[in-house]
């Protein structure tokens, strides 16, 4: 029986994972930062929140963000949380991981780890961390400004 399925074009596909390792991956001059952001799931929906970048423009993503050398991922992550969402959480597991290249730091690159959880108290977005709202969001039609790595990262998570 002939198999008829739609197989990748090798030389295409090789140029794409190439174009996609370069927009992400770190180089040699790049500053690598580690962070952590939060997978926070309720009645089929995850916590994603809208912060406000330097150029002014916004973006959605998982809460957290950087965590400091001093810090494990869980203490920066429960720190993030604090600063940003003013919440405290329960983390659970670690269940993905992404790389993200900054819009508006360009040399940089963060490797997060995330953390599935639950919250413990409702989120109280702080203005004065640059996040300006949140949304639990159906994972498979996230807000058109949500992070590519943050979109593949809410759409991989599964059943929630």
């Known amino acids: 029986m002939a198999d008829h399925r739609l197989r990748p074009d090798p030389q295409r596909t090789s140029a794409i994972e190439q174009d996609i390792d370069s927009a992400v991956s770190p180089r040699v001059m790049d500053t690598v930062r580690t962070g952590a952001k939060a997978l926070f799931a309720s009645r089929s929906r995850v916590l994603l929140i809208e912060e406000r970048r330097a150029d002014g423009s916004t973006f959605w993503t998982l809460p957290g963000g950087g965590v400091k050398p001093t810090e494990s ?59 300006v709202g949140y949304e639990w969001v159906d994972p498979e039609n996230p807000p058109e400004t949500t992070l590519p790595p943050i979109q593949d990262v809410i759409r991989d998570s599964g059943p929630l």
């Open 73 to 131: 991922l869980r203490d920066g992550l429960h720190r993030e949380l604090r600063e940003e969402l003013r919440c405290a959480a329960r983390l659970s597991e670690d269940v993905d991981s992404c790389l993200y290249r900054h819009r508006t730091k360009p040399d940089t690159v963060t490797h997060y780890t995330i953390v599935s959880g639950t919250l413990l108290t409702s989120p109280d977005p702080n203005a004065s961390e640059d996040v």
